[in-house]
């Protein structure tokens, strides 16, 4: 199963040598597939962006994506754009730029669109309980996500402990993304 760590400023915070400090340990500590720089109040994004990909560019086989960003994402060569749930009019634009593209979904509806639209990944949350994320949708519903469609789904949400890495996993998805899990 992959892996997919996701950024938080509250943890890596926006000054530039902690950042990288800290993005460096937790690739070394938790060795994911995928990463996500995801800050949605610096004042000094596309900075830590360049730092973000530098750091990745240290480690073989690990793939980068920025939030939201589709023009920073292909002016500063990141692997792909993860999308918020509101930029399913981006993906097409994101794809004749080369990216690869996660899009976040919160419902079936959501999942088959990015689908039908050209996406490579979803993120579908919130599996488990996860801070002013809305009610968790389980793992059954996860599963009976998996059986609809062919999109390579991430589980997010409340993914914390080894327990529910271990419950998704049994669930067949192609990975788990996660902020708290990565710490």
Not at 1 to 8: D, F, P, V
Not at 169 to 183: D, K, L, N, Q
């Given at each position: 199963?992959?892996?997919?760590?996701?950024?938080?400023q509250?943890?890596?915070?926006?000054?530039?040598?902690?950042?990288?400090?800290?993005?460096?340990?937790?690739?070394?500590?938790?060795?994911?597939?995928?990463?996500?720089?995801?800050?949605?109040?610096?004042?000094?994004?596309?900075?830590?962006?360049?730092?973000?990909?530098?750091?990745?560019?240290?480690?073989?086989?690990?793939?980068?994506?920025?939030?939201?960003?589709?023009?920073?994402?292909?002016?500063?060569?990141?692997?792909?754009?993860?999308?918020?749930?509101?930029?399913?009019?981006?993906?097409?634009?994101?794809?004749?730029?080369?990216?690869?593209?996660?899009?976040?979904?919160?419902?079936?509806?959501?999942?088959?669109?990015?689908?039908?639209?050209?996406?490579?990944?979803?993120?579908?949350?919130p599996?488990?309980?996860?801070?002013?994320?809305?009610?968790?949708?389980?793992?059954?519903?996860?599963?009976?996500?998996?059986?609809?469609?062919?999109?390579?789904?991430?589980?997010?949400?409340?993914?914390?402990?080894?327990?529910?890495?271990?419950?998704v996993?049994?669930?067949?998805?192609?990975?788990?993304?996660?902020?708290?899990?990565?710490?």
């Open positions: 199963m992959k892996k997919y760590l996701i950024t938080s509250e943890f890596y915070t926006d000054n530039k040598k902690l950042f990288a400090h800290r993005l460096q340990e937790q690739i070394l500590k938790h060795t994911p597939d995928y990463i996500l720089y995801r800050d949605k109040s610096s004042a000094h994004y596309k900075e830590i962006a360049k730092i973000f990909l530098s750091i990745r560019s240290e480690f073989a086989g690990v793939k980068a994506f920025l939030h939201g960003e589709v023009e920073l994402a292909f002016e500063l060569k990141a692997d792909g754009v993860h999308l918020t749930s509101t930029q399913f009019d981006k993906i097409e634009l994101a794809k004749s730029l080369g990216l690869k593209v996660v899009i976040s979904s919160h419902s079936y509806e959501d999942v088959l669109s990015a689908q039908k639209l050209g996406a490579d990944y979803v993120t579908y949350s599996i488990f309980v996860s801070p002013n994320k809305g009610k968790p949708k389980g793992v059954e519903d996860l599963q009976k996500l998996l059986e609809k469609t062919e999109i390579k789904v991430f589980a997010l949400g409340g993914i914390v402990s080894h327990e529910q890495i271990d419950l996993e049994e669930s067949g998805v192609y990975g788990f993304a996660s902020i708290r899990h990565f710490y």
